[in-house]
Every structure is written in C-alpha cells, then in structure tokens.
C-alpha cells in the first residue's frame, strides 16, 4: 500500500512548493507516494489530510504503536521468564511471527521518518536561506513588495508547523528505540535456541553422512570380493590394483572411526586384502621370472656391448605393482623391515647376475694354476679382470632396473640387497685366490697386487652407488692387502734364503739365473705402482726389512720407522728396490767368500752380476723408478767392492816390479819424462846380486802375469765387466811395467831370456785382456 502526502498549503499560496522532497526546492508538487510492504496492508492505512492532521494521526499512531509494542513486551518478557524456566521452551509459530512483523514494523516506521524528515530539513534549510534573502531584498524595497511579506508570513508559519513535527518525530524516535530494545531482550533467547537447533541439525546431518560412509564398504565389499578372488590374470592387472587401493582406502576409513560393530568388517577386509597382496605378488614373481635367463658376460664384455636391463614395459607394470603394494603394506601380513617386493627383487636378480657370473669365477680360479710352480705370475693372465669387469657391468645395468621400478627412497637399499649374492661369490673367489697367493707368496705375490689393483675402485664405485658407511669387499681386500704387505719382506727373506742354500757358484765367477730372476720379479713389480704406493705408505719406509712387521695387516706401525701418511710412494717403492738389490749383492758376496776360494772369482762373480743388475734396471722401467731416490744407487759401492777384489790378484804381479835404489852410491838417474834412462849405465852401476835380483823380478813377473792373463782369459766376464777390469788392471800394471823395464831391460842385453816383453809387447797382451 502506499502512504499519500498532500500539500498542506497547496491552496493558500502558490509560492510555496510541496513539503515532499522535490529535486527543486521550489518545485510545485500535488502528492508524494512511499510505498510500503504488501505484508504491512491490512495493519496500515492511507494517510490523505493535511499537515497538522497528519501529524496528529502520527503521533496517536505511534502512541497505538508504543501501547502495542508495551504489550507485546510484557506478554513476551512473561513467555520469555517461563520459556527459561521450562528449559528454554521453543515459542509457538503465531508468536514469533508477531514479534517478527512489530520487529519490522518498527523498523518500516524508523525509515518512513528518515524519509520524511530528510526532505524537510533540506526544504527547510532552502526556506531559512531563502527568507534571508527576503529581509535584505525587503529592507532595500518599498511598500509596492507587500505580497512578498504576506508570503514571509507564511514562511514563519510553516516554520512553526516544522519545529512542531520535529519534536514529535525525536519522541516516536525514541519510543522506537525502547521499543527495539524490549524485542531485542525478547527475541535474543529465542535466537540462541534457534542456533542450537540448527547445530543439531546439522551433527545429525554429518552423523548420517557417517553412517552413509561406513554403509559403501559394506555395499562394496561384494564387489570386491568378486574381483579379488579371480585374481589379476582374468580381470587384468590394474583393475585389480585398483579394487587394492579402495579396499585400502576403505580400511583407512573404518580404522579412523574405531567402532565396534565394524570389527568383523574390518577383519574380513584385511584378509582380502592379504589375499590380493599375495596375489599381485605372484605376479610380480613371476614378471620377473621371465628375465631370469643367465646371459654369457664374456660376449658383451669383447663386443663392448651394454649389458641387459629389464625392458620398459615390464619395468612400468612391476613400478605399478610395487607401489600398490606399499600402499597396502600396513594391513599385509609381513613384518620385514623391508617391503616383499624389495626382498622378492632382490633375492631373484641377485641369483640371475650370479648365475650369469658363474663361469667367470670358475676361470678365475682355474687361470691362477701355472704349469711350472716356479714361474712368476704375468700381468692380466688370471680371470679376476673379467670377472670384475663383468660384475661391475652387471650391476650397474642393475641399478638402471632398479631405478626404474623403485621409488628414489628404496634404490640404495634394494641395490645393496641386490649384489649380496653376487659379491658373496666375488668374494669367495677372491678368498680362494688369497689362499693360493699365500701358497705361492714369492711367485704370485704379483697377483695380489693386481686384485687390489682391480677390487678397490669397483669398492669405491659400488659404494658410492649404494650408499653404503663400509666400502663393499672391505674384507677380501683386506686380506688380500695384508698378503700383499707379508710378500714384501718374504721376498727379501727368500733371497737371503735361496742363496744361503746354494752348494755352488760358478767356478769362472759368472752371473748367476738367480740374480736375472730377482731384477725380473722387481720388472714385474713395478707395474702395479698404485698398489705398492698404497700398501708402503701403509707399511712405512723400510717396515718391509722385517718379515714380522710386514705380515701385520693393521694400518698402524709401531716400529722405529714410524708411519709416514703422507711419504711419496715413488720414493718408497725406489727404496724397496735399492734394498732388494742390497740384499741380493750382499747374499752373493758372503756366499762367494764361502764357495769360491781364489781371491779374484768373487770379486768377479760380484761384478757380473751387478752388470746384470745394470743392464735390467736401465733396460726397463726401473731407471725411472730408482731416479725419484735422492740417495745413490747401493750397488755401485759394490762394484767398487767388486772391483777392488779382483785387482787384488794382480798385486803380486806389481809386487815384482818394486825395486830398491840406494841414493849415497851416485846421483839418481832421470826418470819418466824427465829423459831418457841409460839402462847399460843403470846395469853396469849394479852388483851381481842385484843384476840377480833383477833378474829374478823379471822372471816372477813373467811367470804372475801369465798365470793372470789366462786367468783372466778364462773367466766369465760380463762384456762391460771385462772391460772395466781390463782397463783397471792396465792402469796398475802398464805404468809399473814401464818404468821397470826402462831401468833394466838391458839385463839380458835382448835376448829375452828375462826380459820377455818390452812395453809395447806388454800393452798388446794388456788390449788382448779386454777381448773376448
């Protein structure tokens, strides 16, 4: 309905617009209509009189209103007292529409008193501003503007009218206010219950959604059922992970409420999920079976061909399988650390890599046999290098399976699961190797050189892939590495040994096949340089002179030579080899005082064998090794011992070439290149026993240097030995000689009776001592 305001002064003047608010203050208007609610019809009626009537009906409306809205607060206050009283009873529907429709009422009215008053006080304002205006323009005119001032009258008149319809709109005002603040009072419990009901409402809502919920696993549980107990071969493999997963899921769910009544559900979904885990389990067996066959590494390894991964298609389904069944692995059955799949994986390829190994085992152990017991052992004949190799292969195509079938989280450990088996049979190859290293310590100790040549970095390498704390065959290299520090001093203990038990040295003072067997066990020595590096730096400087300190495989040294971590390992290996050599010299030189008694055979026994010793250090790589030493070569102070020994025999022969000169019978001849020398003169100065004893001296020297040239002659020299001597012994003899010939060859006044080489003769048989 609408409330219509008329004019109040539309008939007295028509200067003076409407009261209603107009967009022009001075826009004439008829009427204004304000609409209210359809709902308020039958409570409101149509205001159409003029101002002061109007208003009257207002104030006496709000009157009605404010007895109204009284009522209603004691009636209400009562059913509030009493609704508290009986556990805050829920009012009736009537009641709280009527409480609702004053509430709005009210409400409506507060508007309708905004809306009218707001129009007035602008229009008011206007009129005010406007009557301003109108004293000054009636102070400045004359008595002609007398309808201007009948028409101010008006103005003061319907200002009076507003001053009056203001006070009576600030006291419905206030009315309202009290008004609202009464149904406020009473509507506020009934709110609150109102609240209440509706958050029970809403736990019954969510109490039978729950009960919805756990409704569908049992509505499905049929379903499943079907399913699983087909198996994945007739409905296919991810089908049956899927029906896996919501069986899994609608576990989760039941768990999580805990009821009672659920319990034989839930038990009876575990077993089916206990049944399909172990059968997606045989399928995963039995994908896996499929790739089973050993293959033949040696044909990869020649053809430098990758070795076989599993293929993508299998790895996906094996991927899906196991993350199915990690899903459902807390209901399952096993309580392994590790998952069944991880275990499954792991047990059957290990098998696969060391049955495809097998063969290359068996070679390792069987190239390790020689056919001489005596014969060293050459670089790279045994099958430990193919094994490794293969190994290593093998399992690094391993890890690219299991990379693609395992989550990140699982490859170290599945990997480390995997080559168990395989390294378990690496490493009882390499124990077997070990022992008949030990069995054979001075002839294959070369071979433990090479294994720990070969294993470490793999060890490196699979740890690293692994993850693991301890280096994979941290064992086997361990004994293999102190087998390798024991070889050291047992090859020196075995020289000294094998020379001490010789009956016999050559008679013509030759080198010896023992000393060319030691310079090539060092030649074969040499090429496993990291090796050796790394075990003398673990041993320390000379801890391999003592045979009990070399077969200790702890890492720490306790003896006078203190452990050098950070020694070059060039040098030590340079000073292995000098002292080898030293005891090799020294072996020879006291067994050769034993068995070879002429003074001149050790001293050139000794030097033959150091030219050997010469000869195969600088024709191999040993030059290279023993320059890194600072120290000089030990042998060439037995070279010089050598040498000296041998030119001892020749003493005698010098000794007959001494002579005895008395100075108080004359002047001294001249001598060497002072002048020549009067050998008659020198003769005939002397008496007859002298002339005989220079004759006999000439005798005795003949006699000594041939028995010594073809001594010489007949002895087994060296070519650079024979040199050497020849040179040394004509340095002693030849200047002796000539001086004693020049003094007294007149003797036998050339007919060589005592006199049987003149110094030109002598030089010739001296040259003839350098030929062999």
């Avoid at 004691?74 to 007292?81: A, H, V, W």
């Avoid at 001053?163 to 006291?171: A, E, N, R, V, W």
């Avoid at 390792?364 to 050459?378: F, G, L, Q, V, W």
């Avoid at 033959?608 to 250090?617: E, P, Q, S, Y």
Wanted: charged residues 25%; negative net charge.
């Amino acid at each position: 309905m609408l409330f219509r305001i008329r004019n109040p002064s539309a008939s007295s003047t028509e200067s003076l617009s409407s009261l209603a608010p107009p967009e022009n203050p001075f826009e004439d208007s008829a009427e204004y209509d304000y609409a209210l609610p359809d709902v308020y019809s039958s409570q409101s009626e149509s205001v159409d009189s003029s101002d002061e009537n109007y208003f009257s009906d207002l104030d006496s409306s709000d009157q009605n209103d404010s007895s109204g809205l009284n009522s209603i607060d004691e009636n209400d206050s009562s059913d509030l007292d009493s609704s508290d009283e009986h556990d805050h009873r829920v009012l009736s529907p009537d009641v709280t529409f009527g409480i609702h429709l004053e509430i709005d009422l009210l409400e409506l009215t507060k508007r309708q008193i905004v809306d009218l008053v707001a129009p007035y006080a602008e229009r008011l304002a206007a009129l005010i501003e406007s009557l301003v205006e109108f004293r000054l323009m009636a102070s400045q005119r004359n008595v002609a503007h007398a309808e201007e001032s009948a028409e101010v009258a008006v103005f003061y008149a319907t200002l009076e009218k507003l001053k009056s319809l203001t006070k009576k709109i600030q006291g419905s005002l206030t009315r309202l206010e009290a008004n609202g603040r009464v149904v406020s009072e009473a509507v506020g419990p009934v709110h609150d219950n109102t609240q209440s009901s509706q958050t029970l409402i809403q736990n019954l809502e969510r109490i039978s959604s729950a009960i919805d919920q756990l409704q569908k696993p049992l509505e499905g549980k049929a379903r499943e059922e079907k399913i699983i107990y087909a198996g994945p071969n007739e409905v296919g493999v991810q089908e049956y992970m899927a029906s896996l997963k919501r069986i899994d899921q609608a576990l989760a769910n039941m768990n999580a409420t805990n009821l009672r009544v659920n319990q034989q559900t839930v038990g009876d979904l575990k077993n089916l999920l206990s049944h399909g885990t172990r059968q997606l389990h045989a399928v995963f067996r039995s994908i896996l079976n499929e790739d089973l066959q050993p293959v033949e590494p040696l044909h990869y390894i020649t053809k430098h061909l990758p070795f076989p991964t599993l293929p993508e298609d299998k790895t996906a389904i094996l991927r899906s399988i196991e993350l199915c069944l990690s899903w459902s692995a807390s209901h399952g059955e096993s309580t392994d650390r590790e998952s069944l799949t991880i275990q499954t994986y792991s047990a059957m390829r290990g098998l696969y890599i060391a049955n495809s190994l097998h063969n290359l085992a068996t070679a390792s152990i069987i190239t390790a046999r020689k056919k001489s017991p005596d014969e060293n052992y050459r670089q790279n004949t045994n099958g430990i290098g193919t094994y490794a190799t293969g190994l290593e292969k093998m399992l690094l195509a391993e890890y690219q399976s299991i990379v693609a079938v395992f989550s990140q989280a699982n490859w170290a450990a599945v990997f480390k699961l995997t080559y168990i088996h395989p390294l378990a049979d690496f490493e009882k190859t390499l124990r077997d190797l070990n022992s008949h290293i030990n069995s054979n310590i001075t002839t294959d100790c070369f071979l433990a050189y090479e294994l720990i040549d070969i294993v470490t970095p793999i060890s490196v390498r699979l740890e690293d892939w692994a993850g693991a704390r301890k280096p994979a065959l941290a064992d086997a290299l361990k004994q293999i590495r102190g087998t390798a520090k024991f070889s050291l001093g047992e090859l020196l203990e075995e020289v000294r040994k094998r020379i001490q038990n010789m009956q016999v040295l050559p008679g013509d003072g030759a080198a010896i096949p023992l000393t060319t067997a030691i310079m090539t066990r060092l030649q074969t020595m040499i090429l496993y340089p990291l090796p050796l590096y790394s075990i003398m730096t673990e041993m320390g400087d000379g801890n391999w002179l003592s045979a009990s300190t070399a077969s200790s495989s702890s890492a720490s040294m306790t003896s006078a030579h203190s452990v050098d971590l950070v020694a070059d390992g060039r040098q030590l290996l340079a000073h292995y080899v000098n002292d080898t050599i030293d005891t090799l010299l020294q072996s020879l030189d006291s067994r050769a005082r034993v068995l070879l008694k002429s003074k001149s055979i050790p001293g050139v026994f000794l030097a033959n064998n150091i030219a050997v010793i010469n000869r195969m250090i600088h024709s191999s790589d040993l030059a290279s090794v023993l320059s890194v030493s600072p120290s000089p070569p030990k042998w060439d102070i037995w070279r010089k011992k050598g040498n000296s020994a041998y030119l001892d025999s020749w003493k005698e022969a010098c000794s007959a070439l001494l002579d005895v000169q008395y100075t108080s019978r004359g002047a001294r001849p001249p001598s060497g290149s002072q002048g020549m020398i009067d050998s008659a003169a020198v003769i005939k100065s002397l008496g007859s026993k002298e002339k005989d004893a220079i004759k006999e001296k000439f005798k005795t020297f003949n006699t000594i240097f041939d028995e010594l040239s073809a001594k010489h002659m007949g002895l087994a020299m060296e070519r650079e030995v024979r040199s050497q001597l020849s040179r040394e012994v004509a340095a002693m003899i030849e200047p002796l000689y000539g001086r004693f010939w020049d003094r007294y060859h007149e003797i036998d006044k050339g007919k060589g009776k005592y006199v049987k080489y003149d110094k030109g003769g002598l030089s010739g048989q001296l040259a003839q001592l350098a030929l062999i």
